[in-house]
């Protein structure tokens, strides 16, 4: 894909938002609501927000709580799911638990995480990494239970090292499910950031909203939603850009009045060529 190939692509994503928001600026330039203030006044609030007040520090502190956050959680959810998922009897000795444990909001323990931990960064980064956790580890055994068995004959056949098994055959066939769980979690992580400095922080875009509101300047709170909206969408947009690096092979559709090639994904493919050689 060429320079213009992909501008154009990104204007067919982005005409849209930027039609609605070119919209709404026009359709409330004379509206003079206190509660619902313009994109102008939305806009200054924002502006000063970053220059006078606290911000680009609540900002910094939100963004790296939910870094760390979606990196423990998401890699202790693949590791664990790797044991569980490559067992049958774990998987069904685990699932009342697992049910259990992903119906159970995990909002209602983010008063006794601050409690246990008080109002650090450490009890946000423990309540969001266990939040993420759960959707990523479900999709990982999902995804891993859903691997061909003639894939996994094959492989014992080959006589292939587990190590080597799991890192390029189990893996590359769940990470497809394995990206839709990170999607979920995600949009959990979000909520659960917010809610976390909302009651039990004196730093964050959370507790921005929340001294916001207390303090009556409604534009300076709807400037904090927007800029936790922007931090979703630049985190799920990353997370795209990242599965289409890593998941290229699987994206891939043979194109119409084409026969389609009998082929893996390239990391299989590339397991069994080594073995036999």
């Known amino acids: 894909m060429n320079a213009y190939q992909k501008v154009r692509a990104g204007l067919a994503m982005l005409w849209l938002p930027i039609a609605v928001l070119a919209a709404a600026w026009v359709a409330t330039a ?13 806009l200054e609030a924002l502006i000063d927000g970053f220059r006078q007040d606290h911000l680009w520090d609540d900002l910094v502190f939100s963004v790296r709580n939910i870094g760390v956050a979606v990196l423990l959680g998401s890699a202790a959810a693949v590791c664990v799911g790797l044991i569980i998922g490559e067992s049958r009897a774990l998987t069904h000795a685990t699932a009342p638990f697992l049910t259990f444990a992903r119906a159970t909001p995990m909002v209602a323990f983010i008063p006794i995480f601050i409690i246990t931990f008080g109002i650090g960064a450490a009890p946000k980064i423990i309540v969001i990494a266990i939040g993420v956790f759960w959707p990523v580890l479900l999709n990982t055994i999902t995804g891993i239970r859903g691997i061909h068995p003639a894939v996994r004959e094959t492989a014992v056949s080959f006589r292939i090292p587990k190590l080597l098994y799991l890192r390029r055959i189990v893996l590359p066939g769940a990470a497809p499910q394995i990206f839709a769980g990170l999607r979920i979690a995600i949009a959990v992580a979000l909520v659960l950031m917010v809610v976390s400095e909302i009651y039990g922080s004196s730093v964050g875009l959370g507790n921005y909203i929340l001294e916001s509101g ?53 990391a299989v493919s590339g397991v069994f060529a080594s073995r036999r050689g």
Do not use: C, M
């Not at 004379?30 to 939305?42: C, E, K, R």
């Open 30 to 42: 004379a509206a003079d609501s206190f509660y619902f203030p313009t994109p102008p006044v939305i």
């Open 214 to 266: 207390a303090r009556f300047q409604v534009a300076a709170t709807w400037a904090g939603t927007v800029v936790i909206g922007a931090l979703g969408y630049g985190l799920s947009s990353a997370l795209i850009l990242l599965e289409r690096r890593v998941l290229g092979w699987h994206q891939e559709r043979p194109r119409k009045n084409s026969r389609p090639k009998r082929r893996g994904s390239p």
